[in-house]
Nanobody
Framework: QLQLAESGGGLVQPGGSLRLSCAVS????????IGWFRQAPGKEREGVSC???????NYADSVKGRCTISRDNAKGTVYLQMNSLKPEDTAVYYC?????????????????WGQGTQVPVSS
């Protein structure tokens, strides 16, 4: 049973920074790709960033240059560092795990999901 739990969300002002964490348990993190997704009010879920088991990364155009995804397999944790946050970044952020080798931001490839953490960006 693979379990994922997000943490680190909370209110942040425009231009501020936040680091989200995704803790993975029930199996070793080494063999999974991890994706970060978000869903804004009234909008469909979209991919933000993902990292493969080998460390390759992808970023959505909307966050490229402002976000960095990383993983610490020994701690079983994946991080999403977000800088220069904008109001349009406001959403519930989810992490998810996939057994695929190449990172993708298609949500259908991810079988295991966390419950999400809220990130409101406002002044």
């Amino acid at each position: 049973q693979l379990q994922l739990a997000e943490s680190g969300g909370g209110l942040v002002q425009p231009g501020g920074s936040l680091r989200l964490s995704c803790a993975v348990s029930g199996s070793t993190l080494n063999y999974y790709s991890i994706g970060w997704f978000r869903q804004a009010p009234g909008k469909e879920r979209e991919g933000v960033s993902c990292i493969s088991s080998s460390g390759s990364t992808n970023y959505a155009d909307s966050v490229k240059g402002r976000c960095t995804i990383s993983r610490d397999n020994a701690k079983g944790t994946v991080y999403l560092q977000m800088n220069s946050l904008k109001p349009e970044d406001t959403a519930v952020y989810y992490c998810a795990a996939s057994s695929q080798l190449i990172p993708t931001m298609w949500s259908g490839m991810y079988r295991y999901w966390g419950q999400g953490t809220q990130v409101p960006v406002s002044s």
